[in-house]
């Protein structure tokens, strides 16, 4: 199936040549075709799927001509995700009039107001921000014709579902809605039987598989040897840009002054970080300048970061779902990657939940010629159920 084959306007089509898109990913295929004809969807995508063009190609074909009235909304969970998805209707709508405001917290208010008043078609914003801004009556969401939930389970983790009610409650009852998660759990199916209107589900891939282009291992070792094992990794995988997973606010800033006294070119992203750090650290790592990111959970979420080839996790992430979210960080859109977990024993009840979760064992790797203290515990994998693909191995190696 080609581009050409859901009719979108020239404008748009250009937009997609210059970016190099040659056809579309399984769920623009899927999803496009239905959000097309004006019908409500619920999808259940993981992240980097393409999901954001199968919603914002769309939006953009639909809106057409510009009103500067807000006409489409698109919530997002996080400010990194929000300008994430602006900058990528921005790009596709290129040569298209529309119209386009990015809200979220963290900065000022002033110039999104000054936004508003200018007038904007398309909306992206944070509830909170959103929130704030439609009590303020900055904007008014009377003519929206199109509401996009994205990561809608993101949103319930962070306590935002009342506030997306609240908004989805100020639309029009006549309007196209698109609601994504990656999990649908019972909240989110309540939520969707009240905001859309005879949704149609769309399933791109399990949500308990790892992309299919991540190669994923872990490295067995002491807790008190992760620091060692990790600058030894480092030094033998040929990684071009990483991202390291840390549990904690602390570990993220051990790790990276850790890293800088090794001479990496490291830099740091979490919840403590302003949001001007957090834009730098992000812009540092896009651009090169940065070939490390230590993060916490906040980045672990839809980021986009083209040709990250490594992910690293400095500990097993206690939530299953946080480890397929995680590793998803690298072999994005269809390109390689490697994910890599340093476990500890203590650990072992995680890992034995994320086998459970993406039903299937995960290899144990030991790294030749490293000086481990004491024999690594490995831990019994759970076994295969035989009816799955396993992740993928490069060559059978001994559990
Ligand atoms: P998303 O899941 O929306 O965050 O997209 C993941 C990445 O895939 C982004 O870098 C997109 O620019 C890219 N992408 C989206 N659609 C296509 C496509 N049809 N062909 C190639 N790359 C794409």
Known sequence: MSFEAFGLPEEIMRAIREMGYENPTPIQQRAMPIVL??????????????????????????????????????????RELAAQVEENLVKYGKYLPLNYALLHGGVSIGPQKERLRKGADIVVATPGRLIDLLEQRCLSLENIEYLVLDEVDRMLDMGFIEDVARIVNQCPVKRQTLLFSATIPETIRRLASWALHQPI????????????????????????????????????????????????KRDADHITDWLIAHNYAVTAMHADRSQKERQQALEGFKSGKFSILVATDIA????????????????????????????????????????????????????????????????????????????????????APVSRKRNRTRGERRR
């Not at 063009?53 to 996080?78: S, Y």
């Not at 282009?213 to 480092?234: E, G, N, R, W």
């Open 300 to 383: 672990a979420r839809g980021l986009d970061i083209a040709d990250v080839s490594h992910v690293i996790n400095y500990n097993v992430p206690e939530n299953p779902e946080d480890y397929v979210h995680r590793i998803g960080r690298t072999g994005r859109a269809s390109k390689e990657g490697e994910a890599i977990t340093l476990f500890s024993p203590e650990e072992y009840s995680f890992l034995l939940a994320i086998e459970r979760f993406i039903e299937a064992p995960i290899r144990r790797e030991l790294l030749e010629g490293f000086n481990y203290r004491t024999a690594p515990f490995m831990g019994a994998a759970v076994a």
């Open 37 to 78: 004809r004006g019908r409500d969807v619920i999808g259940s995508a993981q992240t980097g799927t393409g999901k954001t063009a199968a919603f914002a190609l769309p939006a953009l074909a639909i809106l057409g001509e510009p009103e500067r009235l807000p006409r489409a909304l698109v919530l997002e969970p996080t």
């Open 201 to 248: 589900e769309i399933n791109a891939g399990s949500r308990h598989t790892p992309a299919e282009t991540v190669d994923h291992c872990i490295y067995p070792v002491d807790a008190i040897q992760k620091y060692d094992l990790l600058t030894s990794l480092l030094e033998k995988e040929d990684y071009k840009s990483a991202i390291i997973f840390t549990r904690t």
